[in-house]
């Protein structure tokens, strides 16, 4: 067991197409890719933790389509600022697609995660480069939470596939594997506590299991494992319920508590959106306004204020389809 040497997010990473749970579907569309070294432009769109990333770098690595991929793979995070905007598409992108391929392999490829987050004007350089190169060795993969915000015709040059969050009795399974494969003594609900509150993003659970192994035995750290952001939603969802009832004493108190968390801590707003939007009992009137916020969330001055400002108009549209059946 060598802890302390080795990230478990890395060292647990899926490898080949075999470790990913994909549709048979897929499974035979992305097993032909790779037996034929023959890829379109790809478009893997999808609420998080589906294995839109994972697939991504599998099939940019040896187990895919790239044999050198340190010279032909240019991975761009799509979120950061830095990377999102037109000046690094025209100093970055087209220069390292300038170059043809290198050591056999038939492509270049730009990898863009979370390429939802990118500019307009970024989409618009894109438009040119991608028409340009993809008649030469130039490929492209966009992972993205939103398919809307990708531009229609952006997303007429790439093969699109959507993919489903991978089941919580996987995660669970999947946590579970790993402290067997370190030799981790452990008990199932240990396990289920990290999975319940920080499902569907894998990486933090891996990390949280790292992180609450160094004794050799899983001792899980509440604190560690019960996020602020994980707090906000509960909130929002006790806030909603609440509506419901009309409870006006416990909606204040969940307002309360949010404004708290928000003022005295940083939070990561994008991630608070889209669980929000993709979770299951959120009626389509709410996760209207959850997308118009988190569709200003970039441009916002102030981004506690606006989260909150979200809270409020989502109070109000609840009441007021209330009041709407009444009459």
Same mark, same amino acid.
């Given at each position: 067991? #060598?802890?302390?040497?080795?990230?478990?997010?890395?060292?647990?990473?899926?490898?080949?197409?075999? !470790?990913?749970?994909?549709?048979?579907?897929?499974?035979?569309?992305?097993?032909?890719?790779?037996?034929?070294? +023959?890829?379109?432009?790809?478009?893997?769109?999808?609420?998080?933790?589906?294995?839109?990333?994972?697939?991504?770098?599998?099939?940019?690595?040896?187990?895919?389509? @790239?044999? /050198?991929k340190n010279d032909n793979l240019l991975e761009v995070n799509g979120s950061a600022k830095k990377s999102r905007g037109i000046g690094y598409v025209d100093t970055v992108i087209e220069p390292f697609l300038k170059i043809p391929p290198t050591k056999g392999d038939s492509y270049r490829i730009v990898f863009i995660d979370e390429a939802d987050n990118l500019t307009a004007d970024g989409f618009d350089s894109l438009r040119?480069?991608?028409?340009? *190169? +993809?008649?030469? *060795?130039?490929?492209?993969?966009? $992972?993205?939470?939103?398919?809307?915000?990708?531009?229609?015709?952006?997303?007429?040059?790439?093969?699109?596939?959507?993919? +489903?969050?991978?089941?919580?009795?996987?995660?669970? !399974?999947?946590?579970?594997?790993? @402290?067997?494969?370190? &030799?981790?003594?452990?008990? !199932?609900? #240990?396990?289920?506590? %990290?999975?319940?509150?920080?499902?569907? &993003?894998?990486?933090?659970? $891996? #990390?949280?299991?790292?992180?609450?192994?160094?004794?050799? $035995?899983?001792?899980?750290?509440?604190? =560690?494992?019960?996020?602020?952001?994980?707090?906000?939603?509960?909130?929002?969802?006790?806030?909603?319920?609440?509506?419901?009832? !009309? &409870?006006?004493?416990?909606? /204040?108190?969940?307002?309360?508590?949010?404004?708290?968390?928000?003022?005295?801590? #940083? %939070?990561?707003?994008? =991630? @608070?959106?889209? +669980?929000?939007?993709?979770?299951?009992?959120?009626?389509?009137?709410?996760?209207?306004?959850? /997308?118009?916020?988190?569709?200003?969330?970039?441009?916002?001055?102030?981004?506690?204020?606006?989260?909150?400002?979200?809270?409020?108009?989502?109070?109000?549209?609840?009441?007021? *389809?209330?009041?709407?059946?009444?009459?």
């Amino acid at each position: 067991m #060598d802890i302390e040497n080795s990230l478990w997010v890395e060292k647990f990473r899926p490898k080949k197409l075999e !470790d990913l749970i994909l549709p048979e579907r897929y499974k035979k569309i992305f097993h032909g890719i790779i037996q034929r070294k +023959q890829m379109r432009n790809l478009l893997l769109s999808g609420p998080p933790g589906g294995g839109k990333s994972s697939l991504a770098r599998i099939l940019c690595s040896k187990e895919g389509v @790239l044999n /050198n991929k340190n010279d032909n793979l240019l991975e761009v995070n799509g979120s950061a600022k830095k990377s999102r905007g037109i000046g690094y598409v025209d100093t970055v992108i087209e220069p390292f697609l300038k170059i043809p391929p290198t050591k056999g392999d038939s492509y270049r490829i730009v990898f863009i995660d979370e390429a939802d987050n990118l500019t307009a004007d970024g989409f618009d350089s894109l438009r040119a480069i991608i028409e340009k *190169y +993809q008649a030469l *060795y130039g490929r492209f993969i966009f $992972t993205c939470n939103y398919l809307s915000k990708i531009p229609s015709p952006i997303q007429s040059r790439f093969t699109p596939y959507f993919f +489903q969050q991978i089941p919580k009795d996987f995660a669970f !399974d999947y946590a579970k594997n790993i @402290l067997v494969a370190e &030799d981790i003594k452990y008990v !199932d609900k #240990d396990i289920q506590f %990290i999975i319940d509150h920080l499902y569907p &993003d894998i990486r933090r659970i $891996t #990390d949280t299991l790292q992180e609450c192994s160094w004794s050799g $035995t899983l001792d899980v750290d509440e604190k =560690s494992v019960i996020t602020n952001e994980k707090l906000i939603l509960s909130f929002i969802v006790e806030v909603i319920g609440c509506l419901e009832r !009309d &409870d006006k004493i416990k909606i /204040n108190g969940c307002l309360n508590s949010i404004v708290e968390i928000v003022e005295n801590n #940083d %939070i990561e707003y994008r =991630s @608070l959106y889209t +669980q929000l939007f993709f979770m299951e009992s959120i009626q389509t009137n709410v996760k209207i306004i959850i /997308n118009k916020y988190s569709n200003t969330h970039q441009g916002c001055l102030i981004p506690a204020m606006h989260f909150i400002g979200m809270i409020f108009e989502i109070i109000q549209t609840i009441r007021d *389809y209330k009041n709407s059946i009444k009459k």
